[in-house]
Antibody, heavy 118, light 110 residues
């Protein structure tokens, strides 16, 4: 079954870091680009960027540089999103999504809720 | 990159047709045929409904159709059903080699 399975919800204090995982199954992860999308509570979708699964090269959207890091471990077919120096405004659901080659996301993870609160 | 412009809400009765617009610029919607549409139900991940302006993925009902004219793309849902209720988002590839989403449209089936 083709799917992306993400890690569970996280509760973090401001200033801490969080690492969200996204495990691919049913397909070869290096055959597709992997994207990350943020959805703040009650808000719309926001594209964060993507990682080239062949080279490991990440591309970050405006507003997601500096504290955000995309990485990949092809040996376990897993993409990662790490956010450092967490702020309250980072509280959101984070999705990984597979780009099917035509800039459309055909497979999505179930989402990981990250809550930043003291 | 500014978000694409969508109406905040649309509504329709069962059996009717509705259209959701998605307005961008010549640097995104108008410049590329990489416009996609997603449906999202509360608490769920988005689902791809249309890609490359007007193509439907396997398994998506043919009641969903997409089109584009100039800098505006549109999603039309015909024969509206209660299960169509939810949030809809458009997205487009951009000249900055990025992707941008629309602000989202809440569809209510009356």
């Amino acid at each position: 079954q083709v799917q992306l399975v993400q890690s569970g919800s996280e509760l973090k204090k401001p200033g801490a870091s969080v690492k969200v995982s996204c495990k691919a199954s049913g397909f070869t992860v290096t055959a597709y680009a992997m994207n990350w999308v943020r959805q703040a509570p009650g808000q719309g979708l926001e594209w964060m960027g993507w990682i080239n699964t062949n080279t490991g090269n990440p591309t970050y959207a405006q507003g997601f540089t500096g504290r955000f890091d995309f990485s990949l471990d092809t040996s376990v077919s897993t993409a990662y999103l790490q956010i450092s120096s967490l702020k309250a405004e980072d509280s959101a659901v984070y999705y990984c999504a597979r780009d099917d080659g035509v800039k459309a996301f055909d497979i999505w993870g179930q989402g990981t809720m990250v809550t930043v609160s003291s | 990159q500014s978000a694409l412009t969508q109406p905040a809400s649309v509504s329709g009765s069962p059996g009717q047709s509705i259209t959701i617009s998605c307005t961008g610029t010549s640097s995104d919607v108008g410049g590329y045929n990489y416009v996609s549409w997603y449906q999202q139900h509360p608490g769920k991940a988005p689902k791809l409904m249309i890609y490359e302006v007007s193509n439907r993925p396997s398994g998506v009902s043919n009641r969903f159709s997409g089109s584009k004219s100039g800098n505006t793309a549109s999603l039309t849902i015909s024969g509206l059903q209660a299960e169509d209720e939810g949030d809809y988002y458009c997205s487009s590839y951009t000249s900055s080699i990025t992707l941008v989403f629309g602000g989202g449209t809440k569809l209510t089936v009356l």
